[in-house]
C-alpha cells in the first residue's frame, strides 16, 4: 500500500507489440504514461526535487521555476506540492489545455509567454523569462532540465536501468529528444550494459538540436529552438527526423491497432522506427525498445481532435512545398 500516488514512480509496463509487417523484429514499448501524473517527467522532478533537498541546495523556503511544454511542468507543480514548496512554471501557447488546468491548479504561479523566438518556437522566450525572474527573486532554483546533471543522473539510475533488466539484449533503443535529460541518461545506462546496442534519437522537423533549419512547431515533447547543453553527454549512433503530419498519424496507429492511448512524442518515435525498418534487413531479430514518453489524454483538443489536426495538415503540406 502506497500513503500517496506520487510515490509510484517507474516500473512501468513493457509491451511486446505484435504487428505482422514488422514480424522480423521483437518489437517493445516502455510505456511512461503510467507514472503517476502521466509522464517519463515524474522520474526526473521526483529526483531532482529529492537530491536537492537531501544537499540543502533549496530548503522549504526556496521557491523553484522551471521552463516547460507541459510533461514536467505537470510533474513538478505535484511534487513540489507534496513536498510543500512554492513553484513557478513558465509555458507557452503550444501547451495543451488539459496540462495548463493541472498546472495552475497545483503550481503557485503560471507564466505563459506570448511572445515567439527567432526560430519560431517558444523556448528561448521561456528561458529569457525564467531569467529575469532569477534577477528579481530571492532564494530562488532554477531546476534547468536542459543543463541539470541531476536530469540525466534520473534516467541512468532508473528508465536506463529497467529497461536493461526487462530487455535480455538491447539491438537498438529509440527515443525523442526534447531537453536532453531523458536520451542522455538512459542511453549512458544502455551503452554500459550492451555495449553493441544503437540508440536512436528522434527529432521533430523544425528542431534545431541535430542541425535542422527551424520553423514553427505546434506540437509539444519533442524538439527544441536551442541544443541541449546536456545532449553532449548522450551517446546516440543515428537521428531520423519525423514530421508533425507523420506523428499524427502514428498516434492514432497506435490507438486503432495497439490500444495505446498515447501522446505525440510517443508517435514520432514510432513513426521513426517504421521509417528505420522499412525495407531494411537484419540479421536474426533484433531486440528494439521505443520509449513512450506520455498517454493521449492531455492531447484530446489537439492531436486527437480532427479540425486540429486537419489545420496543423495543411500547416506542415505548406511547409514542406514552401
Known amino acids: 500500500m502506497y500513503q500517496s500516488i506520487l510515490e509510484k514512480v517507474g516500473n512501468t509496463p513493457l509491451i511486446h507489440m ?7 523484429v521483437n518489437l517493445y514499448a516502455k510505456m511512461e504514461g503510467f507514472n503517476p501524473t502521466g509522464s517519463v517527467k515524474d522520474r526526473s522532478a521526483a529526483y531532482i526535487l529529492e537530491e536537492l533537498l537531501r544537499s540543502g541546495r533549496i530548503n522549504r523556503d526556496t521557491v523553484i521555476i522551471e521552463s516547460s511544454s507541459g510533461n514536467f511542468g505537470v510533474a513538478l507543480s505535484s511534487y513540489c506540492k507534496s513536498y510543500g514548496l512554492r513553484f513557478w512554471c513558465v509555458v507557452d ?15 503557485e504561479n503560471l507564466i505563459k509567454v506570448t511572445e515567439p523566438d527567432h526560430s519560431g518556437g517558444y523556448l528561448l522566450s521561456r528561458i529569457a523569462t525564467v531569467q529575469q525572474v532569477l534577477q528579481t527573486m530571492p532564494n530562488c532554483y532554477w531546476i534547468n532540465q536542459y543543463a541539470n546533471p541531476l536530469n540525466a543522473e534520473a534516467y541512468y539510475h532508473s528508465l536506463g536501468r529497467e529497461i536493461c533488466d526487462e530487455v535480455e539484449s538491447v539491438d537498438y533503443l529509440f527515443m525523442g529528444v526534447s531537453s536532453g535529460g531523458t536520451i542522455t541518461g538512459t542511453s549512458l545506462m544502455v551503452k554500459e550494459r550492451f555495449p553493441e546496442a544503437r540508440v536512436v534519437a528522434v527529432d ?9 533549419a527551424p520553423r514553427k512547431r505546434y506540437i509539444p515533447g519533442i524538439g527544441s529552438s536551442m541544443v541541449p547543453g546536456i545532449l553532449q553527454y548522450a551517446r546516440y549512433d543515428d537521428v531520423i527526423l519525423v514530421d508533425e503530419k507523420e506523428t499524427i498519424e502514428h498516434c492514432h496507429r497506435l490507438l486503432g491497432r ?15 522506427v517504421r521509417k528505420f525498418i522499412a525495407g531494411r534487413r537484419f540479421e536474426g531479430k533484433p531486440n528494439i525498445v521505443m520509449v513512450f514518453p506520455d498517454r493521449g489524454e492531455r492531447y484530446a483538443s489537439t ?18 512545398i514552401g
Open 303 to 320: 492531436i486527437y481532435n480532427p479540425d486540429w489536426c486537419a489545420m496543423i495538415q495543411d500547416q506542415v503540406h505548406a511547409l514542406n
Open 204 to 212: 521533430m522537423c523544425g528542431s534545431v538540436i541535430f542541425g535542422g
Open 18 to 24: 505484435q504487428e505482422e509487417e514488422l514480424s522480423h
Open 258 to 272: 495497439h490500444y495505446m492511448y498515447v501522446g505525440g512524442s510517443s508517435g514520432s518515435v514510432y513513426a521513426a
Open 93 to 107: 501557447p503550444n501547451i495543451t489545455p488539459e496540462n495548463e488546468m493541472i498546472i495552475r491548479e497545483l503550481s
